[in-house]
């Protein structure tokens, strides 16, 4: 499922028709936002029409300026709950989603007297939200020096709108791939100035919901500004994970025995040798262990709920009692495993006790993977690669031409690259 948001600057234009129906066809989006459409509800509906999508709500321009219209497929049911010249709120609802969601399509206002009115509305929106909630559009505001190239210099000093709602609702910038400005005036030379006034947003609880949801920034046609697609489920590379020691793992004192047996395994071979091999037989016995004796959190937990829901639908008695308390002690073990692991995932390490938080952790781990993963990358021929194993094939390529030479020099006496760090003792 994917949503396509574009301040079009006018929709009535054939050429502008043409270049949505373009993006439609290519990217299949369930959800189309439209700002600054010039047009009314009429000629919106044929616009649905074209682009072959049955939901419709719009908000009529106003003497040749503004107008919204939000779009979408038979899939999905959408409720509109409120709605101005400069925003559209809604909930989404699918059989295939883990839930539902509030989605507010917005076009900030770009006359500076109607930007108080317009992000105090979006405050107390967001005063309000109690499901994940998804912010896009266009903002018609920066908020750092980086979103900005060009004309008046962005100061540190001047707090915009934008940074502060970001502070005061708690949402977080989705990011984005692809060219990092959304709008450019087109002019020449001083004059011309870029900015990034398009975006998505979202409350922690969405970014949980979708944690593989990415932005891109797809090319500009007709519009001066970038339509921007927002894919919930970018793909995802399906390879072997690397080996890492869980700090969870150090509350079952089984773990030690693992350990130990693979450290005292013998081993012929170089002092050096014998440290590779016995840290593979180690990793090796820990990831055996972990799937057969350690299990994973949420299932033990679900399991020990289940357990506990069956103990208290009964009669109590001395049994049931005893059962019960030992269940609830081994629920809060699982429950403190659980937050030592998302902890170390997230490597958010200056909170290291206190409260248990472990959505804070599970938010910082999926921020910072969403921050590490390359989705697209640009080739020698200038051609953006999309797939995962593009990709990797180009870094691959690239180290191998990198790295490879034809006449290579090797040392006579290969021991004395390395001096000795091991001793025998």
């Given at each position: ?147 900005k190239i060009g004309g008046r210099n962005f100061t540190s000093s001047f707090r915009s709108f934008l940074d502060t709602f970001l502070s005061q609702s708690g949402c977080i ?253």
């Amino acid at each position: 499922m994917s949503l396509l948001a574009w301040n079009c600057q006018g929709i009535r234009g054939e050429l502008t028709v043409r270049a949505l129906r373009l993006l439609v066809q290519k990217h299949r989006p369930s959800i189309i936002f439209l700002s600054e459409t010039k047009s009314n509800s009429r000629h919106c509906n044929k616009i649905a029409q074209r682009c072959n999508l049955v939901g419709i709500f719009t908000i009529d321009s106003s003497n040749a300026t503004g107008g919204l219209c939000l779009l979408w497929n038979s899939e999905l049911q959408v409720t509109i709950h409120k709605s101005s010249p400069f925003y559209i709120h809604a909930t989404i609802e699918h059989p295939v989603l883990p839930a539902s969601w509030i989605l507010t399509t917005v076009y900030g206002p770009p006359y500076s007297h109607a930007k108080p009115v317009f992000w105090a509305e979006l405050t107390d929106i967001a005063n309000t939200i109690d499901k994940p909630w998804l912010i896009v559009g266009d903002f018609n505001e920066i908020c750092y020096a980086s979103d900005k190239i060009g004309g008046r210099n962005f100061t540190s000093s001047f707090r915009s709108f934008l940074d502060t709602f970001l502070s005061q609702s708690g949402c977080i910038d989705l990011g984005f791939t692809g060219n990092p400005f959304t709008w450019r005036n087109k002019r020449m030379g001083l004059a011309f100035i870029r900015q990034r006034l398009d975006r998505a947003l979202a409350n922690d609880d969405w970014r949980t919901t979708f944690p593989r949801a990415g932005v891109f920034h797809l090319p500009q046609i007709r519009s001066n500004h970038n339509p921007i697609l927002l894919k919930l489920w970018t793909e995802s590379a399906n390879k072997p994970k690397p080996f890492r020691f869980e700090e969870a793992w150090t509350r079952d004192h089984s773990s030690t025995t693992i350990v130990k047996n693979a450290w005292n395994k013998f081993v012929p071979g170089s002092k050096a040798f014998q440290l590779s091999s016995k840290i593979k037989i180690v990793k090796t016995g820990l990831r055996k262990w972990n799937k057969d004796v350690f299990g994973f959190c949420d299932t033990n937990i679900e399991g020990i709920m289940k357990k506990i829901e069956e103990i208290q639908t009964n009669q109590t008695t001395l049994e049931t009692k005893e059962e019960e308390e030992n269940l609830m002690a081994e629920l809060e073990e699982n429950l403190l495993r659980k937050d030592l692991i998302w902890r170390q995932k997230s490597r958010e390490l200056w909170l290291k006790h206190g409260d248990r938080n472990s959505k804070f952790f599970h938010l910082s781990t999926v921020i910072r993977r969403r921050s590490n993963h390359i989705a697209t990358i640009k080739g020698d021929n200038g051609e953006w690669c999309q797939y995962q194993d593009e990709i990797g094939n180009y870094f691959l390529k690239n180290f191998q031409d990198l790295f490879t030479t034809s006449q290579p020099t090797i040392p006579d006496d290969m021991e004395g690259l390395i001096n000795q760090t091991i001793t025998e003792a």
